[in-house]
C-alpha cells in the first residue's frame, strides 16, 4: 500500500515536473531573448536607456516573466525532489537545494532591473543627475543583474547534473534523454564559470550550452508532462 502510494505521488509530481519545465523554460527565454535582447544594447547605456523607455512596458513584461519562471522553478525542483526521492533522497535534496538557491538569488537579481525603471522614471528626486549618470547607474544596475543570473546558472548547473544522473539512474526517462541532460548540464556549468574568468568571449560560444540544455528541457518536460515516468517499469526491472 506504502508503494502504491509513493508510486502514485512519483506519478503526479512527474507530470507537474513536465508542466513546469515548459513553463519556466518559455517564460525564462521570452524574457531574456525576446524582451532584453531587443532592449539592452552591450557597451551603449545611453542607447539601452533610451530603448527602456520607449518601451517601458516591453521591460516591465519581462520582469514578469521572469517571475513567472522563478515560480516555475521553484514548483519543479519540490517535484522534481519528491519523483527522485525514492531513487537516492540525499542526492535529491542537494539538487532541490542547489536549485532554490538559484531561484532566490535570480530573485534578488531581479531587483535590478526595478532600481532600472527607478532611475529611468524621470521622477523630481532625480533632476539632481545629469541624464548620462542616470544612464550609467541603469547600466550598472542591469550589469549587477546579468553577475547574478550568471552565478544562478552555476547552481542551476549542479543542481540540473544531480537531477538528470538520478534520471539516468532510474530508469524513469530513457536513458539517452537523461545522458544527454547530464551532459547539457555539465556544459551549462562550464560555460558559467568560463564566462566569470573570460567574460569577452564570442557571442556565438555563448549561445551552445543554452541550445543544449533548450533542447534537454524541451524533450524532458514534453516526456514527463505526455508520457509520464516509468516508474512501474523501473521497479519491477530493479526487483
Known amino acids: 500500500m506504502t508503494n502504491a502510494t509513493t508510486e502514485a505521488g512519483q506519478a503526479r509530481a ?3 515536473a513536465g508542466a513546469m519545465y515548459l513553463i519556466a523554460l518559455a517564460a ?6 525576446f524582451v532584453r535582447a531587443s532592449l539592452i544594447v552591450r557597451g551603449d547605456p545611453t542607447q539601452t536607456a533610451q530603448n527602456i523607455i520607449e518601451h517601458e512596458r516591453l521591460f516591465r513584461i519581462g520582469i514578469a516573466s521572469d517571475l513567472v519562471s522563478f515560480t516555475g522553478i521553484v514548483v519543479l525542483t519540490l517535484a522534481l525532489y519528491v519523483l527522485l526521492k525514492p531513487v537516492n533522497e540525499d542526492l535529491a535534496m542537494l539538487a532541490a537545494f542547489w536549485w532554490l538557491a538559484e531561484a532566490a538569488i535570480l530573485c534578488v537579481s531581479t531587483l535590478g532591473n526595478s532600481i532600472v525603471l527607478a532611475l529611468l522614471s524621470g521622477a523630481d528626486f532625480l533632476k539632481t543627475f545629469a541624464p548620462g549618470q542616470l544612464h550609467s547607474l541603469a ?6 543583474r546579468a553577475a547574478g543570473y550568471n552565478i544562478g546558472l552555476i547552481l542551476f ?3 540540473s547534473t544531480v537531477f538528470s544522473y538520478l534520471l539516468l539512474k532510474s530508469g524513469y526517462v530513457p536513458k539517452a534523454l537523461a545522458a544527454w541532460g547530464v551532459f547539457a548540464s555539465l556544459l551549462v556549468l562550464m560555460s558559467a564559470f568560463w564566462i566569470i574568468v573570460f567574460p569577452d568571449i564570442p557571442k556565438a560560444l555563448q549561445l551552445v550550452s543554452p541550445a543544449a540544455i533548450f533542447i534537454y528541457e524541451v524533450a524532458l518536460g514534453s516526456w514527463l508532462l505526455l508520457k509520464g515516468a516509468r516508474i512501474q517499469s523501473s521497479s519491477a526491472s530493479a526487483a
Do not use: F, N
Open 14 to 16: 512527474a507530470r507537474i
Open 28 to 33: 525564462a527565454v521570452l524574457g531574456e531573448y
Open 139 to 144: 547600466g550598472l544596475a542591469l550589469s549587477s
Open 157 to 159: 548547473g549542479l543542481g
